[in-house]
């Protein structure tokens, strides 16, 4: 299936691209304020949540296509207990066999102290550029999901921090439900996110990603938290993380850009979940994500034909359709061009 999908793919461009002189989707390198890095959560965030384990030759696989697509930054895994999430416990083994040069930056889970001492352990070091470190703007989803208060997690989070740093690590924090909790009603406090990025940077973070854990967020919500961070923490240092549960995915990221945020999470087919967030679905979709913000006069790098056949591919790896809207579009216009043009 896999040699069927790239040779098709391959036609498809070839003949795609014959009927048009200019390319419509932006993928200079990056200048000045119109660039947005895309971080891509698809290897771990996206596949960390589904019932059966993805081979790691997929794994890598996907990696690889991501790359020739103009990705440079991703979310490689994470070093958690495999008890409690089995499909990440082949991160050690997979992150060797993903491409490397000095274009790309890999960043893991690191939940504590010991995960960052199992990175040295297993040989991975080498390998890694960065450790992503979490807390959340919610005590019940903190419990739920690390089994503490959030004080605590702020303790954690700083003594990973701490750790990674002194191994030549540096650091990136997440706040999840920055913007809503399946736990508590309403709003997230957004003055709660602000003290947790704060603390976060204090600490030795060089970024923090606000996460739209469930999905609940609206562009008038997400405008106002990030709005709230921004007075103790600058948009470049800013990451915005959401998720598609009501279908403002998009419009949320294009919020965030408006107000000067330059990292966007995402992830390819829109996969992903959360364990411990009640009803949440996948990421944002990368492809979704690309559309939106070439459309928006900005770039990213990224190839949206590319990554629209990979989404496609990477979802009938593991059973599913994708659910990007954008890639499930630009594939059926490649493919209406291409039969016109055969």
């Not at 990554?307 to 579009?329: C, F, V």
Request: charged share 20%.
């Amino acid at each position: 299936m896999t040699t069927l999908c790239t040779k098709t793919g391959r036609v498809l461009r070839q003949s795609w691209r014959k009927v048009r002189e200019v390319r419509t989707f932006a993928t200079e390198a990056p200048s000045s304020d119109k660039f947005v890095t895309i971080l891509e959560c698809g290897i771990r965030d996206g596949l960390q949540n589904e019932k059966g384990i993805v081979p790691t030759s997929v794994k890598a696989e996907l990696a690889n296509k991501l790359v020739d697509a103009g990705l440079r930054y991703f979310e490689a895994g994470s070093f958690v207990s495999p008890k409690w999430v089995p499909q990440m416990a082949d991160t050690s083994k997979l992150i060797p066999l993903l491409p490397h040069d000095d274009r790309l930056t890999y960043s893991v889970l690191t939940p504590n102290v010991r995960a960052v001492d199992d990175i040295v352990a297993t040989g991975s070091l080498k390998y890694v550029h960065e450790v992503s470190v979490f807390s959340a703007a919610s005590e019940g989803f903190t419990r739920a999901n690390t089994n503490c208060t959030i004080a605590e997690s702020i303790d954690r989070m700083a003594a990973t921090v701490a750790k990674a740093a002194k191994l030549g690590l540096k650091a990136r924090g997440s706040i999840s439900c920055a913007a809503g909790s399946p736990f508590e009603q309403g709003v997230t406090d957004k003055r709660l996110v602000r003290e947790i990025a704060k603390k976060m940077i204090e600490a030795g973070c060089s970024s923090v990603s606000l996460a739209d854990t469930n999905g609940v967020g609206t562009p008038n919500v997400v405008k106002a938290m990030i709005e709230e961070v921004l007075k103790d923490v600058p948009a470049s240092m800013l990451a915005i993380h959401v998720h598609d549960t009501f279908g403002s995915g998009v419009a949320n990221v294009l919020a965030a850009v408006e107000l000067g945020i330059r990292t966007v999470d995402s992830s390819v087919g829109g996969l992903g979940g959360c364990p411990y967030s009640p009803g949440a679905t996948g990421n944002v979709a990368t492809e979704d994500v690309v559309y939106a913000l070439h459309a928006s006069g900005y770039q990213t790098g990224v190839d949206l034909e590319k990554l629209s056949e990979i989404g496609e591919w990477i979802s009938l790896q593991i059973g599913r359709k994708t659910s990007s809207r954008a890639g499930l579009a630009t594939l059926s216009r490649m493919r209406r061009m291409a039969a016109k043009a055969a």
